[in-house]
């Protein structure tokens, strides 16, 4: 029997809201961090405890989801997923001590890894061309669940607590699990066991590697963005918090931007030339926020900034999927794992240089990561061609 064909729209919404939902998990330990401090007694190092058990867990999930849905397909593994983020919604919300909180984290994490990385895999797998500008337009709901979630709670903190809030959330989660039930999906890509020669075989591929070193500075980019402009906005160019959080803010919103514009207007935009612009936009970014002297002009620069982050993952994914459709989800895994381990070393590695040398070396560590990923960029667009 022929089984029945699935359906690329109903995929792609699918898809949308799950990312949606890692944008919203992604934010949602920053934004309930200082009722998680008072609820728990939690110190600073405690704190910053919680916040390096996220990006293990988000590793655990890249690293496992990639054969697992080239082995089993998808909807197995994101209904899973998506119960586990609902698991780790409430266990942030009600944990009875902060052990129970650590796992919920963890879990938290992991899910958000598998669900980050299958949607963006089987957004890849049912487009037939114009992969990188269809995964442009997947990663706008990731960026109005991240900028989504801190003016639905900045709005409901005033009626609900945070737990009741992470409540919905969860029933969200699970709403998204139901749907994942109903619909039908790509079939597994392997069917008879793993062929793990095939698999060990991708890290010998030099394009695919090449990639995932892109993608290690496209990921450690964006951390250091999200993570030290604020700091770099307060303390070198004395503006208020308030303000530097809203020019963090314009920072997700252009990258949001660009990338439903790289999905519509300039979708049939080589990725090569759109990358190109990218890197205009950015190294602009980074000069204007190098010598803005105000509110207004750092609030250009952050979204100049977003705007030339916004292509990496889209377009470096698509080029990904479609080199290796055989084995997409392993090939996802191995970029993601490598992507990942880059933000949280690039980001630690920023927290020293700004304790020993001054956080004026942020924009320094901005024009060094710029000229490593162009570099890369040659190096992959003349091996693909």
């Known amino acids: 029997m022929i089984p029945a064909a699935y359906n690329k729209t109903t995929l792609f919404i699918s898809a949308c809201c799950g990312l949606l939902l890692f944008g919203i998990a992604l934010l949602t330990l920053g934004s309930v961090s200082q009722g998680l401090q008072q609820n728990f007694a939690l110190d600073k190092r405690e704190a910053g405890t919680l916040f390096a058990i996220l990006p293990a867990g988000l590793l655990t999930g890249s690293l496992f989801f990639g054969p697992v849905c080239d082995r089993y397909g998808y909807k197995i593994l994101l209904v899973s997923a998506c119960l586990l983020l609902a698991a780790g919604f409430t266990g942030i919300a009600y944990s009875p001590s902060t052990g129970w909180l650590q796992l919920s984290i963890f879990i938290f994490g992991s899910a958000g890894g598998i669900i980050n990385g299958a949607t963006n895999a089987v957004v890849a797998d049912i487009s037939s061309e114009y992969k990188g500008a269809n995964l442009s337009l997947l990663g706008v709901s990731f960026g109005i669940g991240a900028l989504g979630l801190p003016f639905v709670l900045g709005i409901l903190k005033q009626y609900y607590s945070y737990p009741v809030i992470l409540s919905g959330a969860a029933v969200t989660a699970v709403g998204v ?50 993570n030290w402009t604020t700091t770099f906005l307060i303390e070198q160019k004395s503006l208020s918090e308030g303000n530097a959080l809203y020019a963090l803010s314009a920072c997700v919103a252009g990258m949001t931007l660009m990338r439903l514009l790289t999905g519509t207007v300039f979708r049939k935009i080589t990725a090569r030339s759109i990358l190109l612009f990218s890197f205009g936009l950015f190294l602009c970014g980074i000069v204007v ?17 977003g705007a030339g982050i916004a292509g990496g993952f889209p377009i470096m994914l698509g080029l990904v999927g479609s080199r290796y459709t055989a084995l997409s989800g392993t090939a996802f895994s191995l970029v993601l794992v490598i992507a990942i381990t880059g933000n949280i070393l690039v980001n630690y590695f920023m927290g020293m240089v700004a304790e020993t040398y001054g956080i004026q070396h942020f924009i320094t560590l901005l024009y060094a990561e710029l000229g490593v990923m162009a570099v890369l960029f040659i190096f992959i667009f003349k091996k693909i061609n």
């Open 177 to 226: 699990a139901l749907f994942y039930l109903l619909i039908r999906f790509p079939s597994p890509k392997i069917t008879q066991g793993q062929p793990l020669k095939k698999s060990f075989g991708l890290l010998k591929d030099m394009v695919l590697l090449l990639i995932a070193f892109y993608l290690f500075c496209q990921s450690s980019l964006e951390a250091i963005v999200n």
């Open 289 to 305: 926020l190098q010598t803005t002297a105000s509110f207004i002009t750092a609030l250009s620069a952050l979204l100049l900034l």
